[in-house]
Protein backbone atom coordinates (compact mmCIF):
# COMPACT_ATOMS: atom_id res chain seq x y z
CA UNK A 1 0.00 0.00 0.00
CA UNK A 2 1.61 3.09 -1.14
CA UNK A 3 2.34 5.96 2.11
CA UNK A 4 -0.48 8.25 1.14
CA UNK A 5 -3.11 5.78 0.34
CA UNK A 6 -6.43 6.28 3.24
CA UNK A 7 -6.58 3.98 5.30
CA UNK A 8 -10.66 4.36 4.51
CA UNK A 9 -12.22 6.09 1.69
CA UNK A 10 -15.59 6.65 0.34
CA UNK A 11 -16.03 7.46 -2.84
CA UNK A 12 -19.60 8.94 -4.25
CA UNK A 13 -21.40 6.53 -1.32
CA UNK A 14 -25.32 7.09 -1.97
CA UNK A 15 -27.90 4.86 0.82
CA UNK A 16 -31.47 5.17 -0.39
CA UNK A 17 -34.62 3.93 1.69
CA UNK A 18 -38.19 3.23 0.61
CA UNK A 19 -40.71 5.19 1.67
CA UNK A 20 -44.40 4.56 0.81
CA UNK A 21 -43.04 2.47 -2.13
CA UNK A 22 -40.83 5.32 -3.65
CA UNK A 23 -36.75 5.43 -3.03
CA UNK A 24 -34.85 8.32 -1.64
CA UNK A 25 -31.45 9.03 -0.75
CA UNK A 26 -30.39 9.82 2.99
CA UNK A 27 -26.61 9.81 1.81
CA UNK A 28 -26.02 11.43 -1.32
CA UNK A 29 -22.72 11.06 -2.96
CA UNK A 30 -20.27 11.11 -0.16
CA UNK A 31 -16.58 11.40 -0.80
CA UNK A 32 -14.71 11.09 2.59
CA UNK A 33 -11.24 9.91 3.16
CA UNK A 34 -9.17 9.26 6.76
CA UNK A 35 -5.78 8.79 7.30
CA UNK A 36 -3.78 6.41 9.16
CA UNK A 37 -3.94 7.83 13.16
CA UNK A 38 -6.30 10.78 11.61
CA UNK A 39 -10.18 11.60 13.85
CA UNK A 40 -12.70 12.62 11.18
CA UNK A 41 -15.20 13.88 13.10
CA UNK A 42 -18.70 14.09 11.01
CA UNK A 43 -20.61 16.72 12.50
CA UNK A 44 -24.52 18.13 11.34
CA UNK A 45 -28.25 18.25 13.07
CA UNK A 46 -30.14 15.28 13.70
CA UNK A 47 -31.69 13.96 10.40
CA UNK A 48 -28.30 15.08 8.45
CA UNK A 49 -27.22 11.71 7.47
CA UNK A 50 -23.96 10.93 9.47
CA UNK A 51 -25.64 7.88 11.18
CA UNK A 52 -26.69 6.24 8.12
CA UNK A 53 -22.88 7.11 6.51
CA UNK A 54 -21.22 4.88 8.94
CA UNK A 55 -23.42 2.22 9.10
CA UNK A 56 -23.24 2.03 5.10
CA UNK A 57 -19.40 2.05 6.15
CA UNK A 58 -20.20 -1.18 8.02
CA UNK A 59 -23.17 -2.67 5.82
CA UNK A 60 -25.12 -2.80 8.75
CA UNK A 61 -28.62 -0.97 6.91
CA UNK A 62 -31.65 -2.56 7.31
CA UNK A 63 -32.29 -5.76 5.18
CA UNK A 64 -35.27 -4.44 4.00
CA UNK A 65 -36.10 -1.31 2.80
CA UNK A 66 -32.30 0.17 2.44
CA UNK A 67 -29.85 -0.29 -0.92
CA UNK A 68 -26.39 1.17 -1.12
CA UNK A 69 -27.21 3.54 -4.28
CA UNK A 70 -24.04 3.69 -5.65
CA UNK A 71 -20.54 4.25 -4.77
CA UNK A 72 -17.64 2.72 -3.38
CA UNK A 73 -16.15 2.04 -0.10
CA UNK A 74 -12.00 1.24 0.21
CA UNK A 75 -10.48 0.02 3.06
CA UNK A 76 -6.87 0.02 2.60
CA UNK A 77 -7.54 0.39 -1.45
CA UNK A 78 -9.58 -3.00 -0.86
CA UNK A 79 -12.87 -2.33 -2.40
CA UNK A 80 -15.79 -3.42 0.64
CA UNK A 81 -18.59 -3.38 -1.72
CA UNK A 82 -17.28 -6.41 -3.56
CA UNK A 83 -16.89 -8.15 -0.86
CA UNK A 84 -20.00 -11.39 0.45
CA UNK A 85 -21.70 -11.03 3.41
CA UNK A 86 -19.55 -13.72 4.53
CA UNK A 87 -16.59 -11.67 4.36
CA UNK A 88 -18.01 -8.62 5.59
CA UNK A 89 -19.03 -10.28 9.02
CA UNK A 90 -15.12 -11.01 9.04
CA UNK A 91 -14.21 -7.51 9.29
CA UNK A 92 -16.82 -6.14 11.65
CA UNK A 93 -15.45 -5.80 14.65
CA UNK A 94 -11.96 -6.55 13.55
CA UNK A 95 -10.63 -4.38 10.94
CA UNK A 96 -13.45 -1.59 11.66
CA UNK A 97 -15.45 -1.74 15.16
CA UNK A 98 -18.24 0.62 16.10
CA UNK A 99 -19.23 1.78 19.04
CA UNK A 100 -23.01 3.70 19.41
CA UNK A 101 -24.20 6.20 22.02
CA UNK A 102 -25.97 3.61 24.51
CA UNK A 103 -23.63 0.70 25.58
CA UNK A 104 -26.20 -0.89 27.93
CA UNK A 105 -28.12 -1.94 24.50
CA UNK A 106 -25.31 -3.14 22.95
CA UNK A 107 -24.29 -5.38 25.97
CA UNK A 108 -25.37 -8.70 27.29
CA UNK A 109 -27.20 -7.79 30.58
CA UNK A 110 -26.69 -11.48 31.57
CA UNK A 111 -23.12 -12.19 30.74
CA UNK A 112 -20.07 -11.20 32.72
CA UNK A 113 -18.12 -8.16 31.15
CA UNK A 114 -14.84 -10.07 30.87
CA UNK A 115 -16.71 -12.84 29.03
CA UNK A 116 -18.12 -10.46 26.48
CA UNK A 117 -15.03 -8.46 25.72
CA UNK A 118 -13.17 -12.51 25.66
CA UNK A 119 -16.14 -13.44 23.35
CA UNK A 120 -15.60 -10.55 21.29
CA UNK A 121 -12.13 -11.83 20.87
CA UNK A 122 -12.79 -15.23 20.07
CA UNK A 123 -15.47 -14.44 17.88
CA UNK A 124 -12.06 -13.32 15.31
CA UNK A 125 -9.14 -14.97 16.28
CA UNK A 126 -8.74 -18.97 17.11
CA UNK A 127 -8.08 -18.68 20.61
CA UNK A 128 -8.98 -20.68 23.86
CA UNK A 129 -11.25 -19.18 26.57
CA UNK A 130 -8.70 -18.80 29.00
CA UNK A 131 -6.19 -16.98 26.31
CA UNK A 132 -9.43 -14.65 25.37
CA UNK A 133 -9.80 -13.70 28.58
CA UNK A 134 -6.27 -12.71 28.93
CA UNK A 135 -6.30 -10.42 25.97
CA UNK A 136 -9.76 -9.33 27.47
CA UNK A 137 -8.37 -8.46 30.63
CA UNK A 138 -5.37 -6.26 29.61
CA UNK A 139 -8.09 -4.53 27.31
CA UNK A 140 -10.07 -3.68 30.40
CA UNK A 141 -6.52 -2.53 31.62
CA UNK A 142 -5.74 -0.44 28.77
CA UNK A 143 -9.50 1.38 28.95
CA UNK A 144 -8.71 2.46 32.51
CA UNK A 145 -11.80 0.09 34.08
CA UNK A 146 -10.60 0.66 37.66
CA UNK A 147 -9.51 -2.69 39.33
CA UNK A 148 -10.32 -4.15 36.37
CA UNK A 149 -9.16 -7.66 37.59
CA UNK A 150 -12.01 -7.63 40.28
CA UNK A 151 -14.54 -5.74 38.05
CA UNK A 152 -13.77 -8.32 35.19
CA UNK A 153 -16.70 -10.62 36.84
CA UNK A 154 -19.08 -8.26 37.17
CA UNK A 155 -22.49 -7.76 34.92
CA UNK A 156 -23.05 -4.41 32.99
CA UNK A 157 -25.76 -2.96 35.78
CA UNK A 158 -23.01 -3.33 38.02
CA UNK A 159 -21.33 -0.69 36.07
CA UNK A 160 -21.77 3.58 35.98
CA UNK A 161 -22.50 5.04 32.43
CA UNK A 162 -19.19 6.04 31.62
CA UNK A 163 -17.63 3.03 32.47
CA UNK A 164 -20.70 0.70 30.57
CA UNK A 165 -18.77 3.20 27.60
CA UNK A 166 -15.30 1.87 28.84
CA UNK A 167 -16.29 -1.93 28.38
CA UNK A 168 -18.10 -0.84 25.08
CA UNK A 169 -14.57 0.48 23.71
CA UNK A 170 -12.77 -2.64 24.95
CA UNK A 171 -14.99 -4.83 23.11
CA UNK A 172 -14.68 -2.22 20.13
CA UNK A 173 -10.58 -2.32 20.65
CA UNK A 174 -10.27 -5.79 21.62
CA UNK A 175 -9.33 -7.22 17.83
CA UNK A 176 -7.07 -4.05 17.66
CA UNK A 177 -9.06 -2.63 14.28
CA UNK A 178 -7.57 -0.49 11.70
CA UNK A 179 -10.91 2.00 11.96
CA UNK A 180 -12.97 2.74 14.93
CA UNK A 181 -16.57 4.53 13.83
CA UNK A 182 -17.90 6.27 16.93
CA UNK A 183 -21.30 7.18 16.46
CA UNK A 184 -22.32 9.77 19.30
CA UNK A 185 -20.59 7.68 21.89
CA UNK A 186 -20.32 10.40 24.77
CA UNK A 187 -24.02 12.14 23.99
CA UNK A 188 -25.29 10.03 27.02
CA UNK A 189 -22.82 11.33 29.21
CA UNK A 190 -22.65 14.37 31.65
CA UNK A 191 -19.66 16.51 31.07
CA UNK A 192 -17.34 15.74 33.06
CA UNK A 193 -17.06 12.06 32.52
CA UNK A 194 -17.48 12.93 28.81
CA UNK A 195 -14.41 14.71 28.44
CA UNK A 196 -12.50 11.57 29.89
CA UNK A 197 -14.14 9.29 27.51
CA UNK A 198 -13.08 11.42 24.88
CA UNK A 199 -9.39 11.60 26.00
CA UNK A 200 -9.37 8.06 26.62
CA UNK A 201 -10.34 7.51 23.22
CA UNK A 202 -7.42 10.26 22.28
CA UNK A 203 -4.63 8.09 23.85
CA UNK A 204 -6.03 5.01 22.46
CA UNK A 205 -6.05 6.29 19.17
CA UNK A 206 -2.98 6.88 18.82
CA UNK A 207 -1.51 4.25 20.80
CA UNK A 208 -3.32 1.89 18.65
CA UNK A 209 -2.21 3.53 15.44
CA UNK A 210 -5.86 3.74 14.64
CA UNK A 211 -7.78 5.95 12.44
CA UNK A 212 -11.13 7.59 13.79
CA UNK A 213 -14.44 8.22 12.26
CA UNK A 214 -16.23 10.73 14.95
CA UNK A 215 -19.58 11.01 14.40
CA UNK A 216 -22.12 13.97 16.57
CA UNK A 217 -23.59 16.77 16.56
CA UNK A 218 -21.88 19.04 19.57
CA UNK A 219 -18.97 20.92 17.90
CA UNK A 220 -17.56 21.60 21.37
CA UNK A 221 -16.77 17.61 21.38
CA UNK A 222 -15.25 18.20 17.54
CA UNK A 223 -13.15 20.89 18.86
CA UNK A 224 -11.45 18.68 21.28
CA UNK A 225 -11.23 15.64 19.35
CA UNK A 226 -10.85 15.76 15.54
CA UNK A 227 -7.98 16.40 12.89
CA UNK A 228 -10.44 16.95 10.25
CA UNK A 229 -14.32 17.74 10.08
CA UNK A 230 -17.34 16.90 7.54
CA UNK A 231 -19.56 19.04 7.99
CA UNK A 232 -23.38 17.33 7.25
CA UNK A 233 -26.35 18.50 5.68
CA UNK A 234 -29.25 16.97 3.92
CA UNK A 235 -27.44 14.10 3.25
CA UNK A 236 -24.46 15.72 1.82
CA UNK A 237 -21.21 17.32 3.09
CA UNK A 238 -21.21 20.70 2.90
CA UNK A 239 -17.97 21.63 4.36
CA UNK A 240 -14.65 19.54 4.56
CA UNK A 241 -11.72 20.99 6.49
CA UNK A 242 -8.93 21.20 8.84
CA UNK A 243 -10.53 21.28 12.73
CA UNK A 244 -8.70 24.48 13.00
CA UNK A 245 -9.40 25.87 9.99
CA UNK A 246 -12.99 24.97 10.55
CA UNK A 247 -13.36 27.40 14.03
CA UNK A 248 -11.25 29.91 12.68
CA UNK A 249 -12.96 30.59 9.67
CA UNK A 250 -16.39 28.66 8.94
CA UNK A 251 -17.07 29.41 5.12
CA UNK A 252 -20.71 27.42 4.65
CA UNK A 253 -23.72 29.20 6.06
CA UNK A 254 -24.68 26.12 7.63
CA UNK A 255 -21.08 25.48 9.28
CA UNK A 256 -21.66 29.38 10.59
CA UNK A 257 -25.06 28.92 12.05
CA UNK A 258 -23.84 25.91 13.95
CA UNK A 259 -21.50 27.61 15.28
CA UNK A 260 -23.43 30.63 16.40
CA UNK A 261 -26.16 28.03 17.76
CA UNK A 262 -22.89 26.10 20.06
CA UNK A 263 -22.56 26.93 23.95
CA UNK A 264 -19.58 28.73 24.54
CA UNK A 265 -17.57 29.37 28.00
CA UNK A 266 -15.77 32.24 26.89
CA UNK A 267 -18.51 34.17 25.82
CA UNK A 268 -22.23 34.95 26.93
CA UNK A 269 -24.92 32.47 26.54
CA UNK A 270 -27.60 35.24 25.95
CA UNK A 271 -26.32 35.05 22.65
CA UNK A 272 -26.86 31.61 21.43
CA UNK A 273 -28.85 31.58 18.14
CA UNK A 274 -30.83 28.56 17.66
CA UNK A 275 -30.86 27.51 13.82
CA UNK A 276 -34.66 28.23 12.87
CA UNK A 277 -36.14 25.66 10.29
CA UNK A 278 -35.05 22.13 10.23
CA UNK A 279 -32.78 19.42 8.06
CA UNK A 280 -35.66 18.76 5.34
CA UNK A 281 -36.99 15.38 5.40
CA UNK A 282 -35.15 12.61 2.60
CA UNK A 283 -38.80 12.80 0.50
CA UNK A 284 -38.93 16.50 0.71
CA UNK A 285 -35.51 17.25 -0.18
CA UNK A 286 -35.16 20.12 -2.51
CA UNK A 287 -33.70 20.20 -5.95
CA UNK A 288 -31.31 23.18 -5.09
CA UNK A 289 -29.14 23.23 -2.20
CA UNK A 290 -30.66 21.78 1.00
CA UNK A 291 -29.84 24.65 3.21
CA UNK A 292 -31.27 27.33 1.14
CA UNK A 293 -34.97 27.69 2.79
CA UNK A 294 -32.76 28.37 5.79
CA UNK A 295 -29.85 30.25 4.52
CA UNK A 296 -29.54 34.20 5.59
CA UNK A 297 -27.07 34.04 2.20
CA UNK A 298 -29.94 32.68 -0.25
CA UNK A 299 -30.50 33.78 -3.37
CA UNK A 300 -32.53 32.73 -6.70
CA UNK A 301 -30.08 30.21 -8.25
CA UNK A 302 -29.57 28.57 -4.84
CA UNK A 303 -33.09 27.69 -5.38
CA UNK A 304 -33.23 26.83 -9.09
CA UNK A 305 -29.45 24.70 -9.04
CA UNK A 306 -27.53 22.09 -6.96
CA UNK A 307 -24.45 23.54 -5.57
CA UNK A 308 -21.44 21.31 -6.31
CA UNK A 309 -18.10 20.59 -3.46
CA UNK A 310 -15.70 22.62 -4.86
CA UNK A 311 -12.27 23.75 -2.86
CA UNK A 312 -12.65 27.58 -2.10
CA UNK A 313 -9.58 29.26 -3.28
CA UNK A 314 -6.95 30.65 -0.40
CA UNK A 315 -9.03 28.60 2.21
CA UNK A 316 -8.52 24.99 1.70
CA UNK A 317 -11.87 24.11 2.53
CA UNK A 318 -14.29 21.77 0.40
CA UNK A 319 -17.68 23.81 0.68
CA UNK A 320 -21.09 23.18 -0.97
CA UNK A 321 -21.86 26.91 -2.03
CA UNK A 322 -22.42 29.04 -4.94
CA UNK A 323 -22.50 32.43 -2.83
CA UNK A 324 -19.07 31.63 -1.07
CA UNK A 325 -17.72 30.17 -4.12
CA UNK A 326 -18.66 33.39 -6.02
CA UNK A 327 -17.24 35.42 -3.18
CA UNK A 328 -14.16 33.67 -2.90
CA UNK A 329 -13.09 34.05 -6.65
CA UNK A 330 -13.93 37.56 -6.27
CA UNK A 331 -11.22 37.85 -4.06
CA UNK A 332 -8.84 35.37 -4.97
N1 LIG B 1 -34.98 3.04 8.10
C1 LIG B 1 -35.21 4.26 7.58
N2 LIG B 1 -36.22 4.48 6.73
C2 LIG B 1 -36.46 5.69 6.19
N3 LIG B 1 -35.70 6.79 6.46
C3 LIG B 1 -34.68 6.63 7.32
C4 LIG B 1 -34.36 5.38 7.92
N4 LIG B 1 -33.27 5.55 8.73
C5 LIG B 1 -32.93 6.85 8.62
N5 LIG B 1 -33.75 7.51 7.78
C6 LIG B 1 -33.69 8.93 7.40
O1 LIG B 1 -32.40 9.20 6.87
C7 LIG B 1 -31.99 10.52 7.22
C8 LIG B 1 -30.62 10.48 7.84
O2 LIG B 1 -30.71 9.83 9.11
P1 LIG B 1 -29.46 9.65 10.09
O3 LIG B 1 -29.89 8.76 11.23
O4 LIG B 1 -28.25 9.25 9.34
O5 LIG B 1 -29.24 11.12 10.62
P2 LIG B 1 -28.22 11.57 11.75
O6 LIG B 1 -27.56 12.78 11.21
O7 LIG B 1 -27.33 10.46 12.17
O8 LIG B 1 -29.22 11.96 12.90
P3 LIG B 1 -29.28 11.39 14.41
O9 LIG B 1 -28.19 12.12 15.12
O10 LIG B 1 -30.65 11.78 14.86
O11 LIG B 1 -29.08 9.90 14.31
C9 LIG B 1 -33.08 11.08 8.14
O12 LIG B 1 -33.92 11.91 7.36
C10 LIG B 1 -33.81 9.85 8.60
O13 LIG B 1 -35.17 10.15 8.87
Redesign the pocket.
Known sequence: MPADTPILELREVSTE???GGKW?P??RRVSLSVAKNETLAIV??????????A?SILRL??ET??RQGGGEILLEGQNLSKLSEKQMSRLRGNAIAMIFQEPMTSLNPTMRIGDQIAEAVRQHRKLGWEEARKIALDVLEEVKIPAAKKRFNDYPHQFSGGMRQRVMIAIALACKPKVLLA??PTTALDVTIQAQILTLLDDLKNAYGMSVVF?T?NLGVVAQIADRVAV?YG?EIVELADVNSLFAHPEHPYTEALLRAMPRVDSDAAVLEPIPGS?P??TAMPAGCAFAARCPLREPICEAQHPPLAELPGSGHQVRCFVRARQAKGQA
Do not use: Q
Open positions: FRVYAVGESGSGKSVTLMPGADEIHMGVAI
